[in-house]
């Protein structure tokens, strides 16, 4: 079965095409150091499994969805952010900045991080 996409960034970096500091592969999940870190420790966590985004995850991705989660608390230990804190963040769609169309939860940490991230904007509740 192929799971990769020729033209996708991401899946040519699980394909070794494109270098990236790995720092946390299995058989179902890769981790990589992002190439512009918004925080002291900035890894990304992709499926090998080509699913654009959060929006195309379905219902029988659930082990993959599992697998991203497992590997982000390994990660967290092996970066040593563990039991500092750290946050998990998958931006989905054009408000959240998405940018490459691959699903990848942003681990990020090893620093005091904010929240709410935009503290005095009025909300919206239904
Ligand atoms: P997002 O905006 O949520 O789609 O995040 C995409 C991230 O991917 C962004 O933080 C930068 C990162 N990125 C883009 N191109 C590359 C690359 O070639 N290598 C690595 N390691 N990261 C990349």
Redesign the pocket.
């Known amino acids: 079965m192929i799971y990769q996409k020729p033209d996708c960034?991401f899946c040519r970096?699980i394909l070794g095409e494109?270098p990236?500091?790995i720092v946390y592969r299995n058989d179902h999940v890769v981790a990589?150091?992002?190439?512009?870190p918004?925080a002291p420790q900035?890894i990304?966590i992709i499926p090998v499994k080509h699913i654009s985004s959060l929006n195309d995850l379905g219902p029988a991705d659930e082990m993959i969805a599992g697998h991203m989660l497992l590997a982000a608390r390994i990660v967290a230990e092996i970066i040593g952010i563990r039991e500092s804190g750290y946050r998990l963040v998958f931006?989905t769609g054009a408000d959240?900045?998405?940018?490459?169309f691959h699903i990848?939860g942003?681990l990020i940490g090893g620093t005091q991080m904010g929240w709410p991230p935009f503290p005095g904007l009025p909300t919206v509740h239904a």
């Open positions: 960034l970096i494109i990236a500091k990589f150091r992002d190439i512009t918004v900035h990304l931006n959240a900045m998405q940018s490459v990848h942003h």
